[in-house]
Each structure stands twice: as C-alpha cells, then as structure tokens.
C-alpha cells in the first residue's frame, strides 16, 4: 500500500528524481496553489449573510416610558462577494441602528400608547444609516412597534458606597459633601415603586492625607433599566487635614442655683483633637463645663458628672478628666 502511494505522488509532482523530503515539500507547494485557486473562485462568488443590528433610541420622552426590550434587534440578511462578508466578519465594525423616537411619533401612526413603523420607513431608515457596501437583501421585523406607559416622577436621595481610611494623624475635617444628594427619577408606577434610594459605583480611598474632590457614577439597578435618571453622577468633596491631640483646663460652673458649692477638683481636663490650622483659633473661653448638682439628694453619693455646655465646632472631643466629680453644698 505504501509503495502505491509513493508511486501515486511521483506521478502528481513528476520529481523522481528528487529526495523524498524535496518531494514532499514541492507537493505540499503544489497543494497549497491549488487550495488558494479554489478559495479565490470559491470566495469570488456572492454570498448571502444574516448579521445582528442592534437598536439605539434616542430623544425619548419624559412623559412616558417605552416597553420595548432592551435587547431589541433587527436581523438584516446582506449579499456580497465571499471575501467581502469574510472581511466584514473579521474587521468591520459592527453597526447600531438609532432610532429618533421624536421622528418616529411625527411620521408614525402613532397614540399614546403605541407607536409603528412600517416597512418602507424602516428601509429608509436602515439604509441611512447602517454602513453596508453591500445589497440589503431583507431585514427582519419588517414592522416595529414601539409600546408605551405614562411616566412618573420621583426624587429620591443618594447614598455613597464609600469605604475610606486615613494616614496617621490624618481625619475627615468636615461632612463628606454629596452633590446633588437627590436626583430626579422618571419611570413606571410599578418601577419607581421598588426604588427607595440610589447607591453610587463603590469607591475605596486608602492611606487618605490630602482632601479628594471627584465624580461618582450613580448605579442603575440592572432590573430596572427602563427607569430614567435624569443625573447619572454625582460630585464628592473630602475634606482631610492632619491632626493633632492637646488638652486644656476648664473651670467647673453649675446651671442650679443651689447655693454656694464647692467642687472637688475645681477645674476639669479636657482632651480633644485638633486640626494643624485651626490650633490657634482655640481658646479657653470657648469651652464650659458644667456639673448639675440636685439639691434634693439626700443619699451620702456626692458625686456628679461633668457634661461640656459648649466647646468649638472644629474640635474632636476625645477625653473629659475626671468624669465625676465630688461636691460640697454650703448653705
């Protein structure tokens, strides 16, 4: 049987006189000549193809909301030569068909609730704007209908999905500031039923030393994607400053007029933490410690605790020292 084959492809490449090895690199030559010739009359010829056009609409409404699917699609079936389809295959981009929706309601038989295109308008339409050097040979819908449901409006706030942590003695010097912290919303009864609130794209600040301003995509639930949000991002300012820990000595008052009193200690130990550009705007005047005594007690626990009436909005509170103190009532 071998000897067969050998004598086989002598015959095809007549090289009989050439080593085996030569032999089969001149038939593998010769067969690749004959596969190209082939391919070229093959591709040479037409073909039909079916490809996938999806559809975009643009310019809709805001008193209503279109039921169509998101994933809607028309199928177009193009003719052309074989290495034209191949060539689209391989490297041309694919194309989206947009529909105007405000076109659509004037030059449609159009209602509230439905819209249609036929097929003539269809075909103009396609042929405007999908890029086929190619014949258009059908497309299927041949009609389009779009469905639609009174819209409505709802305002509904915005929460951060935010984790954040700082360098040493760096702190968050004010509100982490969300601009708008609401957004408007337009949708279906149904839809807007299930939406308390939106959540921003999730955002991780690590070692944080110095104050971040940036934008946030708001996320749009993936099963309520007919919903319209008439924002889709939001601004965050983050203030940060360094810090600093001190403390500072503060005289006891009382707010009941029980007499004199006598307190034990007198003055109170107040540690807070500060920012490095705001140390020296605090003053002790700034403070007031208080200790309310009742002058009803009648138990021998003379001890009360100290609450600060007031202290500077920019500082951190970290310790009160001593939290109770002792008194004397001198009537």
Request: with cysteine.
């Amino acid at each position: 049987m071998e000897t067969d084959f050998k004598i086989l492809a002598n015959k095809v490449i007549n090289v009989n006189g050439l080593p085996s090895k030569q032999k089969v690199i001149v038939f593998s030559f010769c067969l690749f000549i004959s596969l190209f010739f082939w391919l070229l009359i093959k591709f040479s010829k037409d073909f039909q193809l079916t490809v996938r056009c999806p559809v975009s609409f643009v310019n809709l409404p805001t008193d209503r909301v279109l039921m169509c699917n998101a994933d809607t699609s028309f199928l177009i079936t193009i003719k052309a030569q074989g290495f034209q389809l191949l060539y689209y295959q391989l490297f041309q981009k694919k194309n989206i068909l947009k529909l105007d929706v405000a076109q659509i309601q004037n030059n449609s038989n159009s209602s509230d609730s439905i819209s249609y295109l036929g097929y003539s308008q269809l075909s103009k339409l396609i042929g405007k704007q999908i890029d086929f050097n190619y014949e258009i040979i059908n497309f299927l819908p041949d009609t389009f209908a779009l469905h639609w449901e009174k819209a409505f409006f709802k305002k509904l706030p915005v929460k951060l999905n935010l984790t954040i942590s700082y360098q040493k003695q760096y702190q968050l010097y004010d509100t982490i500031m969300i601009e708008p912290d609401s957004i408007y919303v337009s949708g279906t009864i149904a839809d807007l039923a299930q939406l308390n609130y939106f959540v921003t794209k999730k955002l991780v600040l690590n070692n944080l030393c110095t104050s971040q301003y940036l934008f946030l995509d708001i996320v749009q639930p993936p099963h309520l994607s007919k919903i319209k949000m008439f924002t889709e991002k939001v601004k965050l300012s983050i203030a940060v400053e360094k810090f600093t820990e001190t403390e500072i000595e503060v005289p006891l008052t009382t707010l009941n007029n029980t007499g004199k009193i006598k307190f034990f200690p007198e003055k109170v130990k107040i540690t807070y933490q500060v920012a490095l550009k705001d140390f020296k705007k605090v003053s002790r005047e700034m403070f007031e410690a208080v200790a309310n005594v009742d002058p009803s007690k009648t138990n021998d626990d003379f001890n009360v605790k100290v609450e600060l009436l007031k202290y500077p909005s920019f500082v951190k509170i970290s310790k009160i020292y001593p939290e109770k103190i002792e008194y004397i009532i001198f009537k």
